[in-house]
Structure formats: C-alpha cells, structure tokens
C-alpha cells in the first residue's frame, strides 16, 4: 500500500508540474480530491490494514494528500503568474513591463480573512463540540419571562439592574409577541442566559447545550463596554454534576485557547439564577501569577460567570432539582479577546479601523 501511495504522488505530481491550464488542473484537482477522487476513497482501504501497518500507511497518507495539495495549489499560483505577465508584457501603446509589481503578484498571499470574534467563535465551538456539547439558538428579542422572570429575576427585583435593558416598546405599549415568544414586555436579551429556560423546556435531561449570540444592553459606551457584544454560555443538566465539573470545564476551556499553563479559580459572585455563584478567575496570562499591570496585580483576571442552576430555575423548567443539577457558564467573547490579543478598546471590534486589522 505505501508503493501505491508512493506510485500515485510521483505520477500526479509529474501531471500536476506539466499542466499549462487552470482546466487541466482543476482536472487533476478532480481526480484526486473529487468526490470519486483516488484521494478521497483511498481511506476506505484502511479497515482491511492491520494496526501495525496502519501506523506507517496514515501518516503517509497525510503526508501523500498535503503535498499534492500544496502541489495543485503551487502551480495555480504559476499558471495565474505566466497568464499576468503575457498580458503585462503584451506591448500596449506605453505601457513597460513593471518586473516589481510582478514579484509582488508571486508572493501576493491571498487577502482578507473572517472577522476575530468570527474566528474565535469557531475556536470555541470546536473546543466544547470535543467534550459533547451541541449549539442551541435563543432568540435576540425575546420576552422578559424568558430573560428575567423564569430565572429567579422577577420585576422590581433590584438584581435587574445588573443588566441595563433595552425594552421594546411601541407607543408606550408592548409589542404583540410572536407565537414563538410567550406574552411579557420584548426586550433585546441582555445576555444568552435567555436559552437556559427554552433548552430545559425543550428537552429532557442530561443534555449539553452551547449557544453563541448577540446580545445588548443599554451602555454608555467606552474602552470596555460596548451595546452589542457576543455571549458565549453553556447549559450542562445531568445527575451529579458538582462545582467540580464545573471548574474542570472552565480550566479545559482557558487551557484550550490561552494555553496549557493556565489555571483557573473560582470564587462566590452572585447571579440569581444560579446557587452557588460563582466568577471564574484563569491565571494572568501575562504575568503566571506574578501581579501585573493588567491584572492589576493580582495575578488573576476574571473571565467567566458560571454556577450550578439555581433549584428554582430547574423547577420553573420541569426538571427535578432533588435528581438532577446543571450547570450554568459563560462569558463575552469581546473581553476574552482583548485579553488573549492585547486590543485595548472594545470598539476596535466593530470600527473597521485599518491599522487595527492589518495587525491581526
Ligand atoms: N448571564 C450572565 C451575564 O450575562 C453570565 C452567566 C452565565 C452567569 C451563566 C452565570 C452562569 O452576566
């Protein structure tokens, strides 16, 4: 099997090296990497392969499937080169054939990339979709039963101001409310703990569920606080579950984008839909620990909300608190950022600043 390997790279690469049009290559491309592609099928063969030989066979195959990529992708790269310079070198009236500009074009890589928070949020969801968590959709307008009252927030509680609100209102009356959201005053969710009730509604426990999202609160806008921000939460109900997880699952998370030295801590904060609260610290990235500038010399920085689902809450949600208990954690992506980046204003997110996106 690794002859064969060997055998289709050498001939491939020869056809891929001596192709003079993108028809061609796109061709070769097809061949290997199509559906019916030689590549593509090829691992169908593995289950017939002892361990032992598995071990040679795999890594060469990766390697085998990397190097005819970058070898199609190579000379695209050549033959888009060869089809600018005879236009370029085409004579025309004045113009000269600029060999800079022609080097630039070879090393040009390609431009423009997805947005920061965009790709965090991948990094994100790929770490938690590891340990069985799937994503969950609130609504971004949703009713104030569901952001506030069924999470232990009833009105005039003096908790609400913890969330500044913006309420949507129509000639000083509540919109009428979709089918979807049940009656109460519409609000733009303040954060994305608005699932929590919709999930234990729409599902019996044990369930792991993520959701991502916007949401808003009515802010005065400065270097930390911004409108509109994205909130990252997990919803975990399961028989047994303890502050232990729920610690082990925020070091997991702070390990997988920061890095594995970085530990974390939990300590009492209070939010009323969960009991015991608590903020989650990880270690300062910058200084381990040692007390720096930006962890103002504590050598933690607070990066998350969590803790187990308060019993009201499961109640309000039909699930048993005497079996199950769940937990509740979450964070704003912006802040988690600007840590890992160093971005000092939160507003750059949304600024369109180029300097601030030629850095990243
Ligand atoms: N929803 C809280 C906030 O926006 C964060 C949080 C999520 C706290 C989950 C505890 C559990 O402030």
């Keep these: 099997m690794d002859d064969h390997l060997d055998n289709l790279k050498k001939s491939y690469q020869l056809d891929i090296e001596s192709a003079k049009t993108l028809g061609e290559l796109d061709k070769l491309f097809l061949e290997l990497f199509g559906k019916n592609g030689k590549i593509t099928l090829f691992p169908k063969n593995f289950s017939k392969l002892e361990k032992s030989e598995l071990k040679v066979v795999g890594p060469l195959f990766n390697?085998?499937?990397?190097?005819?990529?970058?070898?199609?992708?190579?000379?695209?790269?050549?033959?888009?080169l060869s089809g600018f310079k005879k236009i370029l070198e085409e004579p025309l009236g004045l113009r000269t054939v600029n060999s800079a500009a022609l080097?630039?074009?070879?090393?040009?890589?390609?431009?423009?990339?997805?947005?920061?928070v965009t790709q965090f949020e991948?990094?994100?969801?790929?770490?938690?979709a590891k340990l069985g968590f799937s994503q969950f959709e609130s609504p971004q307008i949703d009713s104030d039963d569901y952001n506030f009252e069924k999470l232990?927030?009833?009105?005039?509680?003096?908790?609400?101001?913890?969330?500044?609100?913006?309420?949507?209102?129509?000639?000083?009356?509540?919109?009428?409310?979709?089918?979807?959201?049940?009656?109460?005053?519409l609000l733009l969710r303040t954060h994305t703990s608005n699932s929590q009730m919709r999930i234990m509604e729409k599902m019996k426990p044990p369930f792991r569920q993520m959701i991502l999202g916007r949401c808003y609160?009515?802010?005065n806008v400065d270097a930390r606080h911004e409108h509109t921000f994205e909130q990252f939460e997990i919803v975990y109900v399961d028989k047994g579950l303890s502050m232990a997880n729920l610690l082990?699952?925020?070091?997991?998370?702070?390990?997988?984008?920061?890095?594995?030295?970085?530990?974390?801590?939990?300590?009492?904060?209070?939010?009323?839909?969960?009991?015991?609260?608590?903020?989650?610290?990880?270690?300062?990235?910058f200084c381990k620990g040692k007390g720096c500038k930006v962890c103002g010399g504590v050598g933690w920085l607070e990066l998350a909300g969590a803790?187990?689902?308060?019993?009201?809450?499961?109640?309000?949600?039909?699930?048993?608190?005497d079996v199950y208990s769940g937990i509740a954690w979450g964070f704003g992506l912006g802040r988690m950022l600007m840590v890992r980046e160093g971005i000092e204003d939160v507003r750059l997110f949304n600024s369109g600043d180029l300097k601030f996106l030629n850095k990243y």
């Design 63 to 80: 390697q085998t499937k990397k190097s005819l990529e970058s070898a199609i992708e190579e000379r695209r790269e050549e033959i888009k």
């Design 103 to 116: 080097k630039k074009i070879k090393t040009k890589k390609r431009q423009g990339h997805m947005h920061l």
């Design 122 to 128: 991948e990094e994100i969801i790929r770490a938690f």
């Design 152 to 185: 232990n927030i009833p009105e005039n509680h003096p908790a609400r101001d913890l969330w500044d609100t913006l309420y949507i209102e129509s000639g000083g009356k509540s919109l009428e409310s979709s089918e979807k959201i049940t009656p109460g005053k």
């Design 217 to 219: 609160r009515y802010e």
């Design 248 to 285: 082990y699952l925020s070091e997991y998370f702070f390990q997988a984008i920061f890095g594995y030295d970085v530990k974390a801590r939990l300590k009492p904060k209070y939010y009323p839909f969960v009991e015991p609260g608590a903020g989650v610290d990880g270690l300062c990235i």
């Design 307 to 321: 803790g187990m689902i308060h019993p009201t809450v499961l109640r309000n949600g039909g699930i048993d608190p």
